[in-house]
Structures are given as C-alpha cells and as structure tokens.
C-alpha cells in the first residue's frame, strides 16, 4: 500500500495566528512536523492557503501545494491537495501542522490499521490517566467496538460509570481520549467531503461523527505517547519544555 502524509496549515489563526511558522527549538512548528512525516512515509506534502507557509516550506527544501482559503476543515483542504497532487495512493494521513511531536509510532499506527480490509477511516486514541482530563469537553473521549471500530466520539464523559463515585470512574473503566490525527482511504476521502454537515456533528461540533453518523467504519489504533499541540502562545512555551525535555 503507498501512503502520502498531507499536512493542512493555515497562517489565520482566532488564538495563534501564524503559529506553523512560530519558532520551536530554532526552527518553525511546521519544518518540525514536515520531517517527522517525510521521515516515516513515502511522500509529505504541507497543503496551505498561505504564500508565507508555501514559500517557508519551499525554503527548508519540503514539498507543499496551494489550496482554497474558503475550505470549512482540513479534511477539505488535504481532498482538493491530494487532486492537485496526483498519484496513485492507497491511503491519505492528515497530520495537523500545529502538531511537531507526532511519533514516528504513531504513524506507523495508523498506517497499520489498513492491514484490516474493512478499515475506511483510522484515527489515535490514548489511555486517559486523570479523571480531570476525562472531565474536559476539549478532549474527545472514543468509544470503541471489541473489533477495535468507533462506535461514537464525544465531548462528554461516556460512558457512565453507574453505581460508582465519579472520582473512581477511571478506575472501573479505561477512558479513551481521541488524538486528532487521521488517515483515509482514497476514495473514501472523496466521499467524505461530498457529505453535508449531520446533526450529531453539529451538536458535538466533531467532524468525525459526520463520517460516523453516515456509517463509515473508523479504525481506532492505541497509542501511548503523549503529545503537544499547538493552539495557543501558551502551548508553544509548553512545547519548548518539552523538547527541552528530550522529546
């Protein structure tokens, strides 16, 4: 199976405009992220509405291409990159630009997932270890099928732990938070665009549930590294600690 890593990058940004090209470490989020990719699959692209990300990325020697400024999501914005692109890939994984410590396990992940026939749709999750973080709606919990599919995504706290304190959920059941990173049949990709927005969707204000709510199967792979995205000026101090850190 050929696999091609798309990474969506918007300079606008409502809390950290311009993060991709934000400095980390002596070089920029996005440079991070493009050679965490280029270095575990066959082909990275960064897919941009911006000349300055565009030029950025031609500068440090990687590949990007120029999509529209109107799309409403990522998984819009790698579709029209991929059709500009070209090529016969079997599988199209978005990694967010504002993510420079996905692991190289991580990908190799969710690229296995395909291994399974049945996958359509593959995504990360991690083991929560806080019930605080169990409790926080900007961390979607998954629930997960025995065959390893996602059965729903949620802002809130599901399941329902009955008959027990709330503090002592996590220990009776093991939480699953969802990881933000993607990876999409080719064909499916297409398909999933064309959808119009669902009413789960809108609720949760979850693209996923979308794809869900029109019964495509999403293959959930386990990860335990723990990362740092980027959404705010505070998160890129964060991230300088933790690459001081070793990461």
């Known amino acids: 199976m050929k696999f091609i890593g798309i990474i969506p990058a918007r300079y606008a940004s409502t809390r950290f405009p311009g993060k991709p090209l934000a400095m980390l470490g002596g070089k920029p989020v996005i440079l991070h992220v493009y050679e965490k990719v280029a270095a575990v699959l066959e082909e990275a692209y960064?897919?941009?509405?911006?000349?300055?990300?565009?030029?950025?990325?031609?500068?440090?020697?990687?590949?990007?291409?120029?999509?529209?400024?109107?799309?409403?999501?990522?998984?819009?914005?790698?579709?029209?990159?991929?059709?500009?692109?070209?090529?016969?890939?079997?599988v199209i994984v978005n990694v967010q630009g504002d993510e420079p410590f996905v692991a190289k396990s991580q990908l190799e992940t969710i690229c296995h997932c395909f291994d399974d026939p049945t996958t359509q749709i593959a995504t990360l999750g991690k083991a929560f270890t806080t019930m605080e973080a169990v409790e926080n709606p900007n961390s979607p919990k998954i629930a997960v099928s025995n065959q390893g599919f996602a059965l729903y995504f949620s802002r809130s706290v599901i399941p329902y732990v009955r008959g027990k304190e709330r503090e002592e959920w996590l220990q009776h059941f093991p939480y699953l938070k969802h990881l933000g990173i993607y990876a999409y049949r080719k064909e499916v990709l297409r398909e999933v665009t064309q959808l119009p927005?669902?009413?789960?969707?809108?609720?949760?204000?979850?693209?996923?549930?979308?794809?869900?709510?029109?019964?495509?199967?999403?293959?959930?792979?386990?990860?335990?590294?723990?990362?740092?995205?980027?959404?705010?000026?505070?998160?890129?101090?964060?991230?300088?600690?933790?690459?001081?850190?070793?990461h």
């Open 46 to 90: 960064v897919a941009t509405d911006d000349e300055r990300i565009f030029n950025a990325v031609e500068a440090f020697g990687g590949k990007a291409v120029m999509t529209r400024t109107d799309h409403k999501s990522g998984t819009d914005r790698i579709e029209e990159a991929i059709e500009k692109i070209g090529g016969d890939w079997d």
């Open 197 to 246: 927005q669902s009413s789960l969707e809108i609720a949760e204000s979850l693209e996923q549930l979308r794809w869900l709510q029109n019964g495509y199967k999403i293959k959930v792979g386990t990860t335990d590294v723990e990362t740092v995205g980027i959404d705010t000026p505070e998160d890129l101090q964060r991230a300088e600690e933790f690459l001081k850190e070793g």
